[in-house]
């Protein structure tokens, strides 16, 4: 049990300090606030949520996977709150 604690606490970290990496990147190139649209791709759209709650203007996120459909968290969570749309990467 403790061993998957720390595996959720250390992913939750991980996808935390992407997102501050992210969000200085484009700070730093002063398009922080040009950026409307995101893609994921090769992932199941781990960073959609924290990107989307730091960046209220993306308008449109794209999952892009090998299984691409409705089951991705993601596409799951937030096709109600905006278009979040699946793209299959392979077939």
């Given at each position: 049990?403790?061993?998957?604690?720390?595996?959720?606490?250390?992913?939750?970290?991980?996808?935390?300090?992407?997102?501050?990496?992210?969000?200085?990147?484009?700070?730093?190139?002063?398009?922080?606030?040009?950026?409307?649209?995101?893609?994921?791709?090769?992932d199941e759209g781990k960073l959609v949520l924290s990107l989307r709650e730091r960046l209220p203007q993306l308008?449109?996120?794209?999952?892009?996977?090998?299984?691409?459909?409705?089951?991705?968290?993601?596409?799951?969570?937030?096709?109600?709150?905006?278009?979040?749309?699946?793209?299959?990467?392979?077939?």
């Open positions: 049990m403790v061993t998957g604690w720390r595996s959720v606490t250390q992913l939750h970290r991980q996808k935390k300090q992407f997102t501050h990496e992210i969000l200085h990147i484009l700070n730093a190139l002063g398009k922080r606030e040009a950026i409307t649209g995101y893609i994921s791709m090769g308008t449109t996120v794209f999952v892009a996977h090998d299984c691409a459909s409705d089951t991705i968290p993601a596409v799951r969570q937030l096709r109600p709150g905006g278009p979040v749309r699946p793209l299959q990467l392979r077939g």
